[in-house]
C-alpha cells in the first residue's frame, strides 16, 4: 500500500543511548517532516525537508538531527537520548502546494529510562 | 508566526447529536489552508477536511463541515449526527500553501467523547 513508512513502531531507550528513526514514503512526495506528540501539545515540528538535498529545523529541533538520505526517505537521530525526549514521533510528507494534507506515519513509540 | 487555538481541551456529545469543535488561528499569510484532523485512541492521524483561504464556501466532507470565519480567523469543525466512533483527539493545523516546505502547525487538539 502507498504511504509513509516508519520503523521502529517502539523503542526503549537508556538515557545517552542513540538512535535513529527510520521514513520513507512512496507517494513521490517532495516534503517530508518530523514531529513529536506530547500529552496536551498537540504536535510540533521537529525538523523538516522542503526538497531532497535540504534540511530545515521547525520549532523544536535542539537533541535532534536529520538526514534527508533520498526522495523517498527521511530519518530522524536522537544523538544521546534525554528523558524529556519520551513521546510519541510522527513522520509525514507532502506535495508541495499540497491541499489534501500530508501522509502522517503511524509513529513511533519512544521512551527513555 | 503562524499559531493555532484550540480552547476545547475536552467536549461530551450524545450520539446523534450535533458538535462543533473551535478553532482561531493567526497568520500574515495570504494564500493558507486549514485542516482538520482525526486521532483515534489507535494512534494514527487521519485527514478529515480542507479549507482553502480563498474559497469562498465552507468546505464538506459527508459528516464534516468547516465554517470558515476568515474575518474572525476561525475555522471551526462541526459534526453532524455524532457516533461513537467520532471518539477520538481532533486537531486542527493550518500552512501556508505555496512556499517550499509548507510546515504544517498544529493547534492543541480537543479530545471529543461521544456517549451513547
Known amino acids: 500500500n502507498a504511504g509513509v513508512t516508519q520503523t521502529p513502531k517502539f523503542q526503549v531507550l537508556k538515557t545517552g543511548q542513540s538512535m535513529t528513526l527510520q521514513c520513507a514514503q512512496d507517494m513521490n512526495h517532495n516534503s517530508m517532516y518530523w514531529y513529536r506528540q506530547d500529552p496536551g501539545m498537540g504536535l510540533r515540528l521537529i525538523y523538516y525537508?522542503?526538497?531532497?538535498?535540504?534540511?530545515d529545523k521547525g520549532e523544536v529541533p535542539n537533541g535532534y538531527n536529520v538526514s534527508r538520505l533520498n526522495k523517498r526517505e527521511f530519518s530522524l537521530r536522537l544523538e544521546s537520548a534525554a528523558p524529556s525526549q519520551t513521546s510519541v514521533y510522527f513522520c509525514a510528507s507532502s506535495a508541495t502546494g499540497e491541499t489534501g494534507g500530508y501522509t502522517f506515519g503511524s509513529g513511533t513509540r519512544l521512551t527513555v529510562v | 508566526a503562524q499559531k493555532i487555538t484550540q480552547t476545547q481541551p475536552g467536549m461530551f456529545v450524545q450520539e446523534k447529536e450535533a458538535v462543533t469543535l473551535d478553532c482561531t488561528y493567526d497568520?500574515?499569510?495570504?494564500?493558507?489552508?486549514l485542516f482538520w484532523y482525526k486521532q483515534p485512541s489507535s494512534g494514527e492521524m487521519i485527514f478529515l477536511i480542507y479549507q482553502g483561504s480563498y474559497d469562498e464556501q465552507n468546505a464538506t466532507e459527508g459528516r464534516y463541515s468547516l465554517n470558515f470565519q476568515k474575518a474572525r480567523k476561525s475555522a471551526n469543525l462541526v459534526i453532524s449526527a455524532s457516533q461513537l466512533g467520532d471518539s477520538a483527539m481532533y486537531f486542527c493545523a493550518m500552512r501556508d500553501l505555496y512556499n517550499q516546505g509548507g510546515k504544517l502547525i498544529f493547534g492543541q487538539g480537543t479530545e471529543l467523547s461521544v456517549k451513547p
Open positions: 525537508s522542503a526538497s531532497e538535498g535540504t534540511t
Open positions: 497568520t500574515s499569510d495570504q494564500s493558507y489552508g
